[in-house]
């Protein structure tokens, strides 16, 4: 397939190298000389220019032969105008959209009459996967799936946990958890069971319900957590950027307090403007006078979301020093995610690469859903089995996945299955599965 991708930035690169791995013909345009030098390594093709320009898109990028059109600069207008030209040449259209002001949803269809098929607005979905979070505050990093039937989890190994040293196939797991990926440094393994756990290991995890995760905790040590048993009830967020605000405005909605703490006047007023209950105050949250003014060690959680890393680094370390159970950052930089971790932060979420995986998630028509954090390299993605799709019938060790996949779980009507090699797949199973990119495309040939 032929697919044509606006921008070179950190989202339009990632897209680009996910769907030249999956074996698709890629065209990247952007106007940015010392980006598109950066394509040099991914063996594409590049086109120096505007991508809502006519005379270039119907040129040099040849749009009339393109499948797919995805558009994800950093200029909402120049998106839409982009997908409306590529419309009119018969290609599905995809408009990365930041401001909430356009699009206050994670996706939609809204914008179809112009020429939209798929609207992607990454601060909602970065906002609401900080709130997911949230609301799971046991572990680092959560999600569901499934509509609630499957939790997939992410905990870290810690270093006096027992199975330190021990192969996979030496410990037994846990009932109702399944290991699907581990996760070395910023290296994915697939579980195998000569393979050895070591201190800091990054586990995935399916989970058919979150009252397993007190048997998990021994089994990877202790779980980070805030005040035991405590819910997420008073949150304190950094910064009056899109996501800030939008965080702010889904967690009043779901009731809880929120104070958010902007140091530019301005911006401070422009929140509270949209903003109903939460509290906005006019200060810098990396002074910790301000801090302390704001008694943030009352608070359960406390959200770095300005748009410099360092400030949501700086500012999250100091709201843990000063008794912060949960901490989080808004990073630009993901390759970033597990050294931050491992000082102190609770979750480093990279928007970005969050926008990758949202927008990957509406290439692949097969699959239901798309979550985790997408780091270019691998993606989770749930199908559910026609009738006819090669998989149907055979137990998952005659099917022949790649090894470069793994199933996480199965669901059977109301029923999660986690899977073992013996168990068959059957029509209208929806079947959790994690792949590396390489795979991917075999991995959808077997489910369609």
């Keep these: 397939m032929y697919v044509i991708v606006g ?6 690169y990632h897209i680009a190298r996910s769907l030249r791995d999956e074996g698709h013909d890629v065209c990247v345009v952007e106007s940015d000389p010392e980006r598109l030098t950066r394509l040099a390594e991914l063996d594409v093709l590049s086109v120096q220019g505007n991508i809502a320009n006519k005379t270039i898109l119907e ?14 600069t950093g200029d909402d207008e120049v998106n839409m ?5 590529a419309k009119t040449h018969g290609a599905r259209t995809i408009a990365r959209i930041n401001d909430t002001e356009y699009l206050n949803v994670p996706y939609s269809d809204e914008y179809a009459k112009i020429g939209i098929d798929v609207a992607v607005c990454p601060e909602m979905v970065a906002a609401i996967r900080i709130k997911r979070m949230l609301n799971q505050p046991q572990l680092v990093n959560a999600d569901v799936f499934a509509q609630g039937k499957v939790f997939v989890a992410e905990g870290r190994v810690e270093p006096d946990s027992f199975v330190v040293g021990k192969r996979l196939d030496e410990v037994e797991p846990p009932a109702g958890f399944h290991l699907f990926a581990i996760y070395r440094g910023d290296d994915p393994l697939i579980p195998k069971g000569q393979i050895r756990f070591r201190a800091g290991d990054r586990l995935l995890m399916a989970l058919t319900s979150m009252e397993v995760l007190k048997d998990v905790e021994p089994y990877i040590g202790k779980a980070r957590e805030i005040k035991a048993g405590a819910e997420v009830k008073r949150v304190m967020i950094a910064g009056a950027t899109r996501i800030g605000v939008q965080l702010a405005r889904l967690l009043e909605q779901s009731k809880r307090d929120v104070v958010l703490v902007e140091k530019d006047e301005a911006k401070a007023k422009w929140a509270s403007d949209r903003l109903q209950r939460a509290l906005v105050v006019h200060g810098d949250a990396t002074d910790r006078r301000v801090l302390q003014q704001e008694n943030v060690d009352t608070f359960d959680a406390f959200v770095g979301c300005n748009k410099i890393e360092e400030y949501n680094v700086l500012a999250a370390l100091l709201a843990k020093q000063l008794g912060v159970g949960l901490t989080v950052a808004v990073i630009n930089q993901p390759e970033l995610k597990s050294f931050l971790e491992d000082t102190g932060i609770d979750l480093a979420i990279a928007p970005r690469l969050a926008s990758v995986g949202a927008i990957l998630r509406h290439v692949h028509g097969g699959a239901e859903e798309l979550a985790l954090q997408n ?6 993605l749930m199908f559910r089995v026609p009738a006819g799709a090669p998989v149907t019938g055979h137990k998952i060790k005659r099917v022949g996945f790649p090894n470069t996949s793994h199933i996480a779980a199965i669901v059977r009507g109301d029923q999660v299955v986690l899977p073992r090699g013996d168990e068959t797949i059957e029509v209208d199973d929806q079947v959790l599965v994690f792949t590396l990119t390489e795979g991917l495309e075999r991995m959808e040939r077997l489910f369609t």
Excluded at 7 to 12: D, K, M, P
Excluded at 60 to 69: G, H, R, T, W
Excluded at 81 to 85: E, G, Q, T, V
């Design 81 to 85: 105008i982009a997908c409306a030209l």
């Design 375 to 380: 780091l270019g390299e691998e993606q989770l």
């Design 59 to 72: 040129g040099e990028a040849k749009v009339q032969e393109a499948k797919l059109f995805i558009a994800c």
């Design 7 to 12: 921008g070179a930035g950190e989202v339009g």
